[in-house]
């Protein structure tokens, strides 16, 4: 019914910029909390940022300052800007929606993940 769709992600020197995408589709009628999570090889999945409906964001302490995270609800979209990044960054990214479809059933979706490396 619902499906997210990831983009963005690629190779960036450290100090460089990334924008992560996620865009649903489906039968929405509406999307409350947006995130976006990572996970590095052999580390444990970190939830990194997350946006409510009404636009109020927060982050993990370790990328407070150099990530925005930003929604735009009329193309239910979700967006990750990155800055500054540095090599622990590396990770693949998912983001995370809860929606609520047309027929007001409660989903939690996932994206497929997007592969962020921050190598010189």
């Known amino acids: 019914q619902v499906q997210l769709v990831e983009s963005g992600g690629g190779l960036v020197q450290p100090g460089g910029s990334l924008r992560l995408s996620c865009a649903a589709s489906g039968s929405i009628f509406s999307i409350n909390d947006m995130g976006w999570y990572r996970q590095a090889p052999g580390k444990q999945r970190e939830l990194v940022a997350v946006?409510?409906?009404?636009?109020?964001?927060n982050y993990v302490d370790s990328v407070k300052g150099r990530f925005t995270i930003s929604r735009d609800n009329a193309k239910n979209t979700v967006y990750l800007q990155m800055n500054s990044l540095k090599p622990e960054d590396t990770a693949v990214y998912s983001c995370n929606m809860k929606i609520v479809s047309k027929m007001l059933f409660i989903y939690e979706n996932w994206g497929q993940g997007t592969q962020v490396t921050v190598s010189s």
């Open positions: 946006i409510s409906r009404g636009g109020s964001p």
